[in-house]
């Protein structure tokens, strides 16, 4: 697939799956922002991909960056064609172990973290007039639960929804 002259955030993209869908676009001609909380993971797979990609570091959630990372797309390469919502976090409890901040802050980083992203790429892909993708990464953990992932499942069937909507 050719993706030459396409732009694409990739949220959580400074290790695992985010880092292989970023190394992924990348090597099919995109130009990729890397999004994660942790500066030096993002810094490495910038270098590794090379000069079509830059950082852009910041935890998922709020409409603030996610708007940032959109402007970071736009002020860089000029435009955003795809939106990529990998970032997550877990804390692994069964139910009644779990707390109040456990389950909000999986919400907050999955959940609010792709509506947020994908909500600001698609006004930034209805201004430009041209289309674009949003990819929203979600789990089987959401289709069929997992044991001591209630706050996971619950957000990974979340993101289905969103995406069928």
Known sequence: MDLTGNVAVVTGAGRGLGRAYAEALAANGAAVVVNDVDAQAATQVVKAIGDRAVAAVGPVGSAEVADQLVDKAVTEFGQLDVMVTNAGILRDR??????????DAVIDVHLRGTFTCARAAA??????????????????????????QTNYSAAKAGIVAMART
């Not at 139910?95 to 901040?101: H, I, N, S, V």
Request: hydrophobic letters at 35%; glycine letters at 16%.
């Open 94 to 103: 069964v139910l009644w172990k779990m707390t109040d901040e456990d389950f």
């Open 123 to 148: 006004n930034r892909m209805r201004e430009q007039g041209s289309g674009g993708r949003l990819i929203l990464i979600s789990s089987p953990a959401g289709q069929r639960g997992n044991f001591g």
